[in-house]
């Protein structure tokens, strides 16, 4: 145990905690598969009411979280990436510590009341009754304003912050950019417009179809949905917690790199494909909380060496070592 955490220690960082608190809202989400599977092939609700609830409260725990923690990764990264030289903007053990209960909190409060059944939402079978989730058909002003709220929060609320921070990241990097040959900065802003429009747009295609179908229910169009409508757009949602380990682990380089040593592969074996942006780097001093003085460096370009990161598919945000050389 003590050689793995003095391998892995590099990733131990304030942001990639947030990474690791999606993997474990996404590995919730996966839960309810088994489940799944079993009324699949009984051709409905066969495990009953309580397995019904348990299934709806998984996804609702696991898929609200991940929304607030995408929604976090990206304002962490915005902080970092905008802001490098702001220290009240720094990423540290205590901000991330505070964000990951503020995303449990978030994620219970959703999921837990319809649970208990209180009158302000419950969970019931949808689609070919194989899965349950919200009843969003349910006619009561209580039922709708609950899910109303959620739809505001869990949805509306989540897009409009992960676009603006991605968006105002892409502005200071092709800013940066203006000191490239315009072919260079061509390229680079191709790239990082593709990663961009790759991170909001898997979220917008994950959750927009469940948001869009949960609305019609609400306001009173459940006549045009169909058990098919229905069932499409909650397993769209489940399929981001199969795409977010790429987006945001597998992509990473350093993970990468940790993952080629523990396995003894070379550079060929996992591939070297990643979206690669600008060579304009930044030098942020950061104060960690337990480790005062670390110095973070966010990294916009190739990967040198060990302690340099890129700006790929998840912009990577790693800290460096305050003795070491660059």
Known sequence: MRKWNAQFKSLRTPA??????????????????????????????????VWCTIYALLG?????VAIVTLTMISIDRYNVVV????????TTRLKVALMIVF?????????????????????????FLTACSFDYLERTWDARLFM??????????????ITFCYIQILRVVIGANSIQSSKNKSKTEVKLAGVVIGII??????????????????????????????????ILAKTAACIDPYFYAMNHPRYRQELRKMFGL?????????????????????????????S?????????????????????????NPNSNH
């Open 148 to 161: 109303f709220l959620y739809f505001i929060f869990a949805w509306v609320v989540p897009i409009i912050a």
């Open 103 to 127: 995303a449990w909190i978030y994620g219970l409060v959703f999921s837990v009341i319809p649970a208990l059944d209180i009158g302000l939402s419950r969970y019931t079978p949808e689609g």
């Open 266 to 294: 070379n550079q060929q074996d996992l591939g070297n494909s990643q979206y690669q942006t600008s060579r304009y780097t930044r030098n942020a001093s950061r104060m960690d909380d337990s480790e005062g003085g670390a």
């Open 60 to 64: 609702a725990v696991g898929g609200t």
């Open 201 to 234: 747009g898997l979220w917008f295609i994950a959750w927009t179809p469940y948001a869009i179908v949960a609305m019609m229910g609400v306001f009173g169009y459940e006549s045009l949905l169909s058990p098919l409508g229905s069932m499409v757009p909650a």
């Open 83 to 90: 802001y490098p030289l702001n220290p009240k903007r720094s």
């Open 296 to 320: 973070e460096r966010v990294t916009i370009g190739r990967q040198p060496a060990a302690d340099d990161t890129s700006l790929s598919v998840s912009i990577d945000l790693t800290e460096t």
């Open 16 to 49: 990639n905690y947030l990474v690791i608190n999606l993997a474990i809202a996404d590995f919730i989400i996966m839960l309810e598969a088994p489940l799944f599977v079993y009324n699949s092939y009984h051709q409905g609700p066969a495990t009953g009411n």
